[in-house]
């Protein structure tokens, strides 16, 4: 999506460690207005799929997730990080291991908002190695829901989790593709579309 490449381009910051910083306008300031042409564009990707929900994980993916969300039509329900699990039986829960804060948390859903007659588009800022993602797939997978696809904002393709997550068959659309970042240089190349 040009647009947002452009402004990945213009605004982003590469930080070391593989890690790039969009705070102006989507991880801290964010730019509404932008993300309601992303929820377009998702919105045209995933035209036909029977989409009744939306799932995103806090903290990051909860503003894009609604913009999307108000296209589609649909609830949101963002998957809460816990400090403890409680095992009631009434969440389901996975651990996901944060690729920026290099910590591991365990994170729920409440069984009365996701379940066997829900078919789930998952929306996210970035998909890097995939564990975030892989974990929302966990509880859609607990739940007996469907997964009809992912949406990610900013896919680092030098990381592998997006080739992992298309390799089993899942259908991902991210709306910009880096393919390389230079920190030294601040050159961004983008994966051009086929
Ligand atoms: P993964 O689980 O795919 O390794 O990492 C995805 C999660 O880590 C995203 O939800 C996002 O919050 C965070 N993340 C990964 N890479 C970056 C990055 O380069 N910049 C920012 N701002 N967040 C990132």
Same mark, same amino acid.
């Given at each position: 999506m040009k647009i947002l /490449?452009?402004?990945?381009?213009?605004?982003?910051?590469?930080?070391?460690?593989?890690?790039?910083?969009?705070?102006?306008?989507?991880?801290? &300031?964010?730019?509404?207005?932008?993300?309601? &042409?992303? %929820?377009? /564009?998702?919105?045209r990707l995933f035209e036909g799929c029977p989409i009744n929900k939306i799932l995103t994980i806090e903290a990051s993916g909860i %503003?894009?997730?609604?913009?999307?969300? /108000? &296209?589609? %039509?649909?609830?949101?329900v963002f998957a809460k990080k816990s &400090?403890?699990?409680?095992?009631? %039986? /009434?969440m389901y829960t996975t651990r996901i291991e944060s690729f920026t804060h290099k910590k591991t948390y365990d994170v729920i859903v409440s069984k009365k908002f996701l379940g066997a007659d829900d078919h789930v588009l998952i929306i996210d800022d970035f998909l890097a190695n995939g564990c975030a993602i892989n974990g929302l797939i966990e509880l859609i997978d607990e739940a007996g829901a469907v997964l009809e696809g992912v949406g990610i904002a900013i896919e680092k393709g030098f990381q592998h989790g997006g080739q992992k997550i298309r390799d089993k068959g899942i259908r991902l659309e991210s709306l910009a593709i880096v393919d390389s970042m230079d920190d030294l240089t601040g050159e961004i190349k983008f994966r051009q579309k086929s």
């Open positions: /490449e452009e402004r990945i381009r213009k605004d982003g910051v590469i930080k070391a460690g593989n890690v790039l910083k969009v705070d102006n306008f989507l991880n801290h &300031q964010m730019d509404v207005e932008l993300f309601r &042409q992303m %929820g377009m /564009e998702w919105k %503003g894009i997730a609604c913009i999307a969300a /108000e &296209q589609f %039509g649909v609830p949101v &400090q403890s699990i409680n095992l009631d %039986g /009434e």
